[in-house]
Each structure stands twice: as structure tokens, then as C-alpha cells.
């Protein structure tokens, strides 16, 4: 009887692959998901580490450099010889027609490479240092890769800090807005009745209400004598004060398909609390979708912050965040003649792209049996 | 079995796969078998062997990573287009030859009408679009035809009906709905896919009759898909057992009872439970899993259920189907073992 | 059926309505210091002497001597009876005098996005969903993937640039400077169209996005069911039935998608107005909240919040006149 038994087992394998491992496999096949999550990752890593990464601290003026233009990296001299990665340094000239002062580069090199040492900083505040992955091999060299601003400040350098708070908030909003979303979710489809009918009513009227304006409101409201961290926190707050009725929709609609299987029916007669049913059966097997939600809520975060924070209404000088940056280009003239300033536009159009494709991603995958 | 002409659909090797990203899915794995004029074939198995796959395949209708082979013939005669016989493999699944044969020739009638059913369109609205399509163009006809066929099929004041919405019907008079739909082109073969799984009991009975007269008044031939043993008795001429897409048993309804070969009819009748006979108040079942059809090992399919399986010998190259007594067919390499006095049998 | 089924929405409708305008009365309150005090101040800083017989008769007109509930009810009263929405201290004018100079501008605009949004996203949708896995339906799922991450006002800075650089024009404000002053004629009319087309095409764009992947879902999911194959099987030809089942059935929903559209529309049309300095509400209220000016900044959400659910509400009833099973109560599977 052996091999019937063998291929008995066999007849069960297909069922058994567990659920983590069909998702994995089914998220591999997702070609833009599969681009996207190692870029996530690297651009999560460099704006942690943006001390390191940055070529230039984010205060650190250029005097003479106000509203420079990028400058191209390059290999060869202008007499065609190798040099290895440097920048041409850019001199002030007049322009011959309309007398203003432009940039232009000069012969003058200004050697980079990787490893330098530069202005010191304290590495996240546990230690000093001046090492730097990438810059001019001279300390305080005038390399700008993305500009600088009308104070003479290197853009690049600011888009990387601004990248640190504007990726962070993403996350502390979720974590926010995680919280909420599952409490009110979960008693919403766990108790029913009337929580129930609350909640959803809370959900109804929450998405009546245009978000921007309402963020707008709430934002304004917040004291103009609030510290940085405190404007940054609160307004992760309200964000996620209006951003967790996705979230909360999801988990109740699964608990409440789930509410009426087996095994949750079997915890509760054999004695579980509602706590211990909803954490230890009801939460696992919908953690997948709970993902997708989060990740599908991080663009909607990321706009936002950078949306009130363009309009003044959110986080404010002197924070960094993307927003804050892209404020420089509010009139059509500063984007004429520096169009440079709307590199942090970049940077979040990539990363919202990124959490869209890999959240499209986790949605085929959440359904690994689909 | 019978003489040729009687015949006017027979499948040839039929088989459908379906090109899945695991693999390839073997749905329908060579299937044979004919239907005469006015006569009731039942199909019956286990959910997933690929019945329905089957009455999707005489339509043509599949999704489009499947791959439909070998030969579904039919041998009609009264519509004037086509050369006879015409093979439905081979018909383009979204030409006008295939379109006239689906509603016009074979028509089908589904498991859930609700589901099978446009909510947002009346009844009447969806049976005159077939009607219109076949038999008679004009809307004003059409419909009178459409009220005429709610009437026959057993619905009270069809006038009225005929503008409802299908959730506005009971699940019963949908069910009548959807056969009168069906019959409303005349068609000569009716594909029957669960009729009434979704059904009360009662109204299983009355649908089935309904079905039963139909088949007298109008001279259809049925294909009746199942997996309810009972109801082939009642309504079967010949009998279809599949089992992982390929038929394990092809016999007449009485010899199929009396004289069950396969060890999975076996199971399968055993499985019925009968009144007085359940020994301690148990039901049998078959013993393990229908197999996942993807990447089937070698052998019989039903091996690792089998009481029977004999090792070295079921698990190894293909069963062939063999006609055991005149028109009684199996696929089992040991059925004349099993056939011997005391081996098994529906003891 | 249809009248019971408009009464019960009107029913639901009213305690979303309270409860919409009990929150914007807190938000209104949040800020540190009552419209009064901020007045008094900004009067003082001003060098203007303060009229006690004024300060009185505001106080009483708006209840301010009075805890909040009762504040609230003069409110909400003022408004609803008199469309007294209270003063603005920054523009020294009552709210609804301003509201009713911008805020038409701001419906009308949002509207005609609506109506951009839909009449984009719906054929998008049904092309996608029936060529799915073509080359079409990977292009503007890819265009769609780049709709979703450029905000509204990232593509309007984006337009104002590109315009600018190549044209010279300033496409800013809702008509060049000759016009802004002049009495309405065809010249300021045809003025106006670019600019309005701008606006218009830069906040429908954003929305019609999602607007797509919602009914390429939807027909999707439309297209797997039984209905379709008893048509296919009935021998019904695919583009007819394609027609007049799968995307029927997947559009009817789309109207009630207003609920969530609308907001989003509003929304941006604030950022992108902003960015583009049109005359509407959006550069008011920008400044009003950093001025923290809340009588109008609140009036205003309080405003498009109703307009929203009201649109809503119609979408609701537009619905249940198109589909049968609504309007007999649903049904369940």
C-alpha cells in the first residue's frame, strides 16, 4: 500500500502551500511590484542615512551661489582629457541681453569621489562624523547636483533631508491611522449592532467631507507656536483622523465574513475572549489585506503632507519635507528661471509610483488563491 | 448501441486544458460519448471532474487560456446552412455558425437561474432577445412566443411575469424562466447543468418533471449534469460517470444500478444513503481527496481512492475504456476481477 | 417603491447633515481665541478705535457671551435661517457676501472636471477591460500609474512651466489682465476657455485615474459572471452583448461613484486654483486658514461638505431609477 499512500499525500500537497508562500510567489510574478519594493527600500535607506548620503548639509549656505543651475557630471576636461568624476565650477556672468546674472561653468574642476571627507555632522545622534558616500574630494567643494536655492543651499542635499521627513511621516501617519482603522474596524464588524451603526455613520460623514479642505482646516488650527516635532506629529494625526475609514471599511468587511466561519465559532464556544478571538483568529487571516490597505494608503499620505505643506498649512520652514521645498516654485517666474526647484517634485512622483506598483502588487498577491 | 442516425451529437476524444501559470490543467481529459434523438444523457460526478467544463465545451465557450481538442460532431438536419456533419471544435467561438447552433440547436439551462439571470433586465426582455435571434425577428411576435413559453413551462399569468425582474421571481419560477428560455428556439438538445441543486426539494420535483414532459412534448434530447445519483435514475436513458475529466463508467441508466464496474460507481452508489441500510447510522464516503487535476501522475486517477487499486498495475501507463458487455463501458484495467463472484459488487 | 426608497436616503440625509456641521463648528472654535478677541486686535493693531456699541451687538448676534452649544445654535440658526454665516474680519465683509462672489466659480469648475472625469474614465475602462493584457490596456494602466502619483498640483505647476517656457503666456488667473476688469463679452469669453480648460483638464486628469482602474475592476469582474455566458450561450453576438450586459451592469455603479469623486474633485480644485490663482474659493480659503480667519474657512467646508452629500444623495436616487434592484429594495445573491 505504500505507494497509494504516497500518492495520497501527494492528492493533499496543493492545498498545504501555505498562504505566505503562494502570496510571495504570486507578488514575484508582478514585474513592476518586484522593481518597485528594492527601490522603496533604497530610498527609505538613503534618506535615513541622509548625513551620510547628502553631499552638503541642508543649512550650509554657498553665498556666492544663489540660484545656481545643477552641474553635469563629468569624466573628461574641456579639452577632451580624462579626469575622472568631477563638476566644472560655476562662475557668476552677466548675461549680454538682459544684464542678468547667470551661472556658467569656468574651467575650473572640482574633483569628486566617493568616501570623502566633508563638513561634520552627527551621524542620527549617536556619533560624529564627516564621511560622506559621495561629494567633492575637497572639503566645502561647490558641488551642486540639483542647484541650490535662492539662499544659496544645495538642493540635492535638502531633497535627501526632505526625503527623510516626508517618508517618515508616511510611516508614522500609518502607524497612526493602523491603530484607529483596526480598533473601530474591528468593534465595528466584531460587536455589530449599535457600534456598528455608529461608526459607519462616522465613516459616511468622514468621507463626505472634501479631504484637502479638512486637512486645510485641521492643520490651521494647530497653534503657530507648536514646536517642529510637535507640528509634525500632530499633523500625522490628522491625517490619519481622516484616513483611517479605508482601513477600518476592510478589516470590518473581512471580520465580518469571518465572523460566522467554524473556526472563529469554535474558539468562542470553547470559551475565548473577544480579545483573544479577534487577535488570535480573526487578525491572522486577514493580515494580508490589512498590508494592501497600508500600502495603498502610503501615496494618499505622501500627497497630502506634500500638498498642505506646498500651501503653507502644513509642516513649515525650517522642516525639511518635500513639500516644504517645492513652496520655492509657487510663481510662474521662479519656475522659469530656476526650474531646477521642481526637483522634489520628482523624487515624489518616483516614490508615490513606487507604493502604487508595489501595492498593486500585494493586491494580486493578497488573493493568492484568485 | 443504436442505429447511426438516431445519433445527433457525439463527442469524439473531447478534451479541454487550461494553460494555467502552475501548470497545465487537464479539465476535460478525452471524453467520448454520443446522444440520441430524444433520449437523456446523464453526466454525473463529483464537483470539479469537469461536467460542466464539458457542456461549455459544445458550446464553444471557453475562457481564453483553453485549449479545446478533438471532435464534438453534430448531426442536424433541419437548418439549412450547414454541411452536416459539423464539427464544433473547429467553428470559430465568436463566428455566426457557432452563434446559430448555441440557443438555436443546443440550448442550456443553468444551476442558479438567479445568478444566470441579468438582474437589471426584465425576464421577458432576456427570453424575446433569444427568441428574436432564432425564430422570429419581429418584437411583437417574439414576445407573444415568449408569454406562450412562460405559460407551457408552468408560470401563472405570464402577462404579467414577463416584465418582472428576475429577484422579483421565487427561485422555483426563475428556474421555469430559464427553461422556458432554453425551449423557446425549439432547440433539440438541452444541456442541463444542475437543474435543481439550487432548488428546494419540492420544487426539484416539480422542475425535473417539467423537464421529463418537455422532453416528451417537444422530442428534445438531454444532456442532464449531476452529481446526484437519484436524480439520473429518474431521468436518464445512458449514463456518464467522470471522474478528473474522463468517463470511468458508460453504460444504460438499469445497467449502471444493477451492474456497476467501476469501483467508483461503486463508491459512489454506496455513498447514497438509504433508509435501513446504513450499517451503525454511518454514511459511507470515499475515503481521501479528489486530486488537484494539474500535473497528474501516471496510472488510473482514481487510484488513490480506490479499494481495488492493485499496485504495479493501476499506478502504471494509462487505462484504456473497454467495453465489458455489449454496450457497457469502463475504464478499469481490474473490472474483470471485480466482476467475479464475491470481489466487491454492490454487496 | 422609488418615492419610499428617496424618503428613507432623505431621513439618513438630515443627522449626516447635523453632524457634518457640529464638526465644522468645532473646527471653527479650534483655534486659540474667538473671532471677537481676534477682531478687538487686529483692530487695536490697526490704530482704529474700537466701537463698544459694535463689540456688544456681536456679541449678542452671535452668542458669544454664551457657552458653545448654545454659540452653536445661534450659529447653525443664523445660517439657516438668515444664510448668515458670520463676518470676516480679514475681509471686513460678511462670509456669505464672499462665498457668493467665489464659490460658483468653484462648483461650476468642479462639475465640468466631473464630467471630464467621467467621460475619460468610462470608455478608458470598457477599452481596458475588454483588451485586457493588450497593448492598450498595459498603456493606460501605465498612464493611470502616473495619474495616481502626479498630484493636481504638481501637474499644474508642471502645465504653468511647460506653457510658459514655450509660449511666453502666463496661463494664470481665469483671464489674462486686460480682461479681469472688463464687462463680460465674446472676447473675454474665448479669454477665458484656455484657462478654464486648463483648470478643468488638470483636476479631472487626477481624479480619472482611479476613475478608470475602478471601472476597468468593475466590468472586469462583470464579464466573469454567469449572466454573460447564458448570453453567450443564447447566441447573442459578443459586441452587442458585451453592450448591453457586462457594461451596462458596470456602469450604473459609476453614478453612485459621485460620493467619493465629488470630494476628491472639490479638493483639487482648491490646490489646483491655488496654484493657478483663479477667482475662486481656493486662494480664499488658503488665506483665510493662515490667517486663521475661521468663520470663513469654515463656512466654506460647511458649504461644499452639504453640496457633497446632497450630490450624493442624488447620485443615490439616479441609481435606483436606473437599476431595477434598487429601486425594489436589493436583493441579496
Not at chain 1, 541642508?58 to 573628461?76: G, Q, V, W, Y
Not at chain 1, 459607519?200 to 485641521?218: E, H, K, T, V, Y
Not at chain 1, 465580518?256 to 464556544?269: G, T
Not at chain 2, 407573444?144 to 399569468?157: C, F, K, P, Q, T
Request: net charge neutral; glycine share 8%.
Amino acid at each position: 500500500m505504500s505507494a497509494r499512500k504516497r500518492r495520497q499525500q501527494q492528492d493533499g500537497t496543493y492545498e498545504v502551500a501555505g498562504q505566505w508562500k503562494l502570496m510571495w510567489w504570486k507578488f514575484k510574478k508582478h514585474r513592476l511590484a518586484m522593481i518597485a519594493l528594492p527601490i522603496i527600500v533604497i530610498m527609505y535607506t538613503i534618506t535615513m542615512f541622509c548625513e551620510f548620503f547628502a553631499p552638503a548639509l541642508p543649512l550650509s549656505r554657498f553665498r556666492d551661489f544663489k540660484d545656481c543651475p545643477p552641474s553635469a557630471i563629468r569624466l573628461r576636461d574641456a579639452d577632451g582629457n580624462f579626469v575622472g568624476l568631477h563638476v566644472r565650477l560655476k562662475e557668476s556672468v552677466r548675461d549680454p541681453v538682459t544684464f542678468r546674472k547667470v551661472f556658467a561653468d569656468s574651467d575650473q574642476i572640482i574633483k569628486l569621489g566617493f568616501f570623502v571627507h566633508g563638513e561634520p555632522y552627527r551621524f542620527l545622534g549617536l556619533f560624529d562624523s564627516d564621511l560622506r558616500f559621495f561629494g567633492p574630494v575637497e572639503k566645502g567643494g561647490e558641488f551642486f547636483l540639483m542647484g541650490t536655492d535662492s539662499l544659496g543651499r544645495d538642493l540635492y542635499s535638502r531633497i535627501l533631508f526632505g526625503g527623510r521627513i516626508s517618508l517618515s511621516f508616511a510611516l508614522v501617519s500609518i502607524a497612526f491611522t493602523f491603530f484607529i482603522g483596526l480598533t473601530l474596524g474591528g468593534i465595528s464588524g466584531y460587536l455589530g449592532g449599535f457600534a456598528d451603526t455608529i461608526i459607519q455613520r462616522m465613516i459616511d460623514l468622514i468621507m463626505s467631507i472634501p479631504g484637502i479642505p479638512l486637512w486645510m482646516a485641521l492643520a490651521a488650527a494647530l497653534p503657530t507656536t507648536m514646536s517642529s516635532l510637535g507640528k509634525y506629529l500632530w499633523m500625522s494625526i490628522i491625517m490619519s483622523l481622516i484616513g483611517w475609514t479605508g482601513l477600518a471599511r476592510v478589516v470590518r468587511g473581512k471580520i465580518l465574513s469571518l465572523r460566522e466561519e467554524d473556526f472563529v465559532i469554535a474558539a468562542r464556544l470553547s470559551g475565548a475572549s473577544h480579545g483573544r478571538v479577534i487577535g488570535r483568529h480573526l487578525l491572522p487571516s486577514f493580515m494580508s489585506y490589512i498590508i494592501v490597505s497600508i500600502t495603498a494608503s502610503i501615496p494618499g499620505t505622501i500627497l497630502g503632507e506634500t500638498a498642505l505643506s506646498f500651501l503653507g498649512l502644513g509642516l513649515q520652514a525650517p522642516t525639511i519635507s518635500w513639500g516644504t521645498l517645492l513652496q520655492d516654485t509657487q510663481t510662474v517666474e521662479a519656475l522659469a528661471l530656476q526650474p531646477w526647484l521642481l526637483w522634489p517634485a520628482f523624487f515624489i512622483i518616483v516614490t508615490v509610483l513606487m507604493f502604487n506598483f508595489a501595492g498593486d502588487g500585494l493586491r494580486d498577491a493578497a488573493d493568492p488563491y484568485k | 448501441m443504436s442505429i447511426e442516425q438516431d445519433v445527433i451529437l457525439r463527442l469524439n476524444d473531447v478534451k479541454v486544458h487550461f494553460k494555467m501559470d502552475e501548470g497545465l490543467l487537464k479539465a476535460v481529459d478525452g471524453v467520448s460519448f454520443e446522444i440520441k434523438k430524444g433520449k437523456t444523457l446523464g453526466i454525473v460526478g463529483e464537483s470539479g471532474c469537469g461536467k460542466s467544463v464539458t457542456s461549455n465545451a459544445i458550446f464553444n465557450i471557453l475562457p481564453k487560456y483553453g485549449l479545446l481538442g478533438g471532435e464534438i460532431l453534430l448531426y442536424e438536419k433541419d437548418r439549412k446552412r450547414l454541411e452536416r456533419p459539423i464539427d464544433i471544435v473547429k467553428l470559430n467561438p465568436t463566428g455566426p455558425e457557432i452563434r446559430s447552433i448555441r440557443g438555436g440547436n443546443i440550448a442550456m439551462i443553468f444551476q442558479e437561474p438567479m445568478k444566470a439571470f441579468s438582474p437589471i433586465h426584465t425576464v421577458g426582455n432576456q427570453i424575446i432577445e433569444a427568441i428574436q435571434l432564432h425564430v422570429e425577428p419581429d418584437a411583437k411576435k417574439a414576445r407573444d412566443i415568449a408569454i406562450s413559453m412562460l405559460r407551457s413551462v408552468g408560470i401563472a399569468n405570464p402577462e404579467q411575469r414577463v416584465d418582472e425582474y428576475p429577484h422579483q421571481l421565487s427561485g422555483g419560477m426563475r428556474q421555469r424562466a430559464m427553461i422556458a428560455m432554453a425551449l423557446s428556439c425549439n432547440p433539440s438538445i438541452l444541456i442541463a447543468d444542475e437543474p435543481t441543486t439550487a432548488l428546494d426539494v419540492t420544487v426539484q420535483a416539480q422542475v425535473l418533471e417539467l423537464i421529463n414532459n418537455l422532453k416528451r412534448d417537444f422530442g428534445t434530447s438531454i444532456i442532464f449534469i449531476t452529481h446526484d445519483l437519484g436524480v439520473i435514475a429518474e431521468m436518464s436513458d445512458d449514463v456518464a460517470v467522470m471522474y478528473l475529466g474522463k468517463i470511468m463508467e458508460y453504460c444504460t441508466v438499469d445497467e449502471l444500478f444493477y451492474r456497476p464496474l467501476h469501483p467508483y460507481t461503486q463508491a459512489l452508489l454506496k455513498s447514497i444513503p438509504t433508509p435501513g441500510k446504513t450499517r451503525k447510522g454511518r454514511f459511507e464516503s470515499i475515503a481521501g481527496t479528489v486530486p488537484y487535476p494539474m500535473n497528474l501522475p501516471e496510472g488510473c486517477g482514481f487510484f488513490s481512492r480506490c479499494d481495488y487499486a492493485a499496485e504495479g498495475v493501476c499506478d502504471q501507463s494509462g487505462t484504456d475504456m473497454v467495453e465489458a458487455y455489449p454496450g457497457h463501458f469502463v475504464r478499469c484495467t481490474r473490472h474483470e476481477v471485480l466482476d467475479a463472484p464475491g470481489q466487491g459488487g454492490n454487496a | 417603491m422609488l418615492a419610499r426608497y428617496i424618503i428613507r436616503r432623505l431621513l439618513q440625509f438630515i443627522p449626516l447633515l447635523i453632524a457634518i456641521s457640529i464638526i465644522i463648528f468645532v473646527i471653527i472654535q479650534l483655534p486659540p481665541g474667538d473671532y471677537l478677541s481676534t477682531y478687538i486686535v487686529q483692530m487695536k493693531n490697526s490704530g482704529t478705535d474700537v466701537d463698544q456699541s459694535y463689540i456688544i451687538n456681536l456679541t449678542r448676534q452671535y452668542g458669544l457671551d454664551q457657552p458653545a452649544h448654545i454659540q452653536y445654535f445661534y450659529w447653525i440658526t443664523n445660517i439657516v435661517t438668515k444664510l448668515d454665516f458670520g463676518r470676516s474680519f480679514q475681509w471686513q465683509q460678511p462670509v456669505s457676501q464672499i462665498l457668493s462672489e467665489r464659490l460658483p466659480a468653484t462648483i461650476g469648475i468642479a462639475l465640468l472636471s466631473l464630467v471630464v472625469t467621467w467621460g475619460l474614465a468610462i470608455p478608458i475602462g470598457i477599452y481596458s477591460a475588454t483588451h485586457q493584457y493588450s497593448l492598450g490596456d498595459y498603456i493606460f494602466i501605465f498612464l493611470g500609474f502616473i495619474g495616481l502619483a502626479v498630484p493636481g498640483f504638481l501637474l499644474a505647476l508642471g502645465a504653468v512651466y511647460v506653457i510658459f517656457v514655450n509660449t511666453g503666456v502666463s496661463l494664470t488667473g481665469l483671464f489674462s489682465p486686460e480682461y479681469v476688469n472688463a464687462a463680460w463679452s465674446w472676447a473675454k469669453f474665448v479669454n477665458m476657455l484656455p484657462r478654464l480648460g486648463l483648470v478643468v483638464g488638470i483636476i479631472g486628469l487626477s481624479q480619472t485615474a482611479g476613475l478608470i482602474r475602478q471601472m476597468r475592476a468593475m466590468l472586469l469582474d462583470e464579464l466573469q459572471k454567469q449572466y454573460v455566458i447564458t448570453a453567450r450561450a443564447k447566441g447573442l453576438e459578443e459586441k452587442k452583448l458585451l453592450w448591453k450586459y457586462p457594461i451596462r451592469l458596470a456602469v450604473n455603479p459609476m453614478v453612485s461613484t459621485i460620493g467619493w469623486i465629488l470630494p476628491g474633485l472639490i479638493s483639487g480644485e482648491i490646490v489646483v486654483s491655488i496654484v493657478l490663482s483663479m477667482p475662486t474659493m481656493g486662494p480664499v480659503v488658503r488665506r483665510a486658514l493662515i490667517s486663521q480667519d475661521m468663520y470663513l474657512a469654515g463656512s466654506f467646508l460647511l458649504i461644499v461638505s452639504v453640496l457633497t452629500v446632497f450630490g450624493t444623495l442624488l447620485s443615490d436616487i439616479a441609481l435606483a431609477v436606473i437599476d431595477p434592484r434598487i429601486r425594489f429594495g436589493g436583493v441579496a445573491e
